[in-house]
């Protein structure tokens, strides 16, 4: 019989990498995994792990119990799949079978990203995430809000948008949680739909920044990026995800976040407010 108390010893001698560990996933995942008791070992290239160079791999893995995967550019690249596959597959040799993988909600590239985990051998869990609320205040959209604009291709679809806390939590809670989630893929979203228009509104409003929301379309927005610099191949990867993934397939609300946190998803409102009072989008 497993009592409670075998299961919290089990629990703080559990070590977890957390692969992009100072990112914005990886961070919040950290946090909440030391919460709930884990020890975390931090793979970074700060740290000595590089997606790009499989030598670096074992190292970090060797002795621990589970994995966090974030791949560090779009899931949906066929480098993720191919580096996703492989560090599984080191994995589990290595004897660490328990692996989280992020991807993204809706996106149909990123499932070859998910197969390569699936069919690895590893005890798996996929955390499909809808947009970010933090990619508002952390990301690529940041300098637009504070200047007053925000161009993006996303039209008026509406947008469940997940605050990264509740992405850690959720992480954290189904690397305790034993075997219940194991090969499940679960969809986190905040608790309503916003257009990307209502949204900017609202992030206007608390932050006392005048910001108008433009939308444009997505091959302007293609061009756009690769004024910036961004690599030719990026760019249609890019443009394809949102082709895809602003039609309107992700305008539903699921109840992931509460099935596994036993509480709500955080609302964005929360997340404008913390974001405002912290400076967010000041020029």
Do not use: C
Request: aromatic residues 8%; hydrophobic residues 45%; without cysteine.
């Amino acid at each position: 019989m497993t009592t409670n108390t075998d299961n919290t010893k089990r629990t703080q001698d559990m070590t977890v990498v957390v692969t992009g560990a100072s990112g914005r996933t990886g961070s919040r995942v950290s946090g909440a995994a030391r919460a709930a008791g884990l020890t975390v070992r931090a793979a970074s290239r700060a740290q000595g792990f590089d997606w790009e160079d499989p030598t670096t791999w074992a190292d970090t893995l060797r002795g621990a119990d589970a994995a966090y995967l974030v791949y560090p550019s779009d899931i949906g690249s066929p480098a993720a799949a191919e580096g996703i596959g492989a560090l599984a597959r080191e994995a589990v040799g290595l004897g660490v079978r328990r692996l989280v993988l992020l991807s993204a909600r809706g996106e149909e590239q990123a499932l070859p990203a998910e197969e390569a985990l699936t069919s690895s051998g590893a005890d798996w869990t996929v955390v499909r995430a809808s947009w970010f609320a933090q990619n508002f205040s952390e990301g690529p959209l940041v300098e637009g809000l504070r200047h007053g604009e925000l161009a993006f291709p996303a039209g008026e679809v509406r947008e469940p948008f997940v605050d990264l806390r509740d992405v850690g939590e959720v992480v954290a809670a189904v690397l305790v949680a034993g075997d219940r989630y194991l090969g499940r893929t679960l969809e986190l979203t905040g608790p309503r739909l916003l257009a990307w228009r209502e949204a900017v509104a609202e992030i206007s409003e608390a932050s006392g920044v005048k910001v108008t929301y433009t939308p444009v379309p997505v091959r302007a927005y293609g061009e756009t990026l690769a004024g910036f610099g961004v690599p030719p191949e990026e760019v249609q990867l890019l443009i394809e995800v949102f082709e895809g993934l602003m039609d309107g397939r992700n305008a539903r609300l699921t109840d992931d976040v509460r099935q596994v946190l036993g509480r709500e998803a955080r609302d964005f409102g929360e997340f404008v407010r913390e974001a405002a009072a912290a400076g967010a989008w000041r020029a």
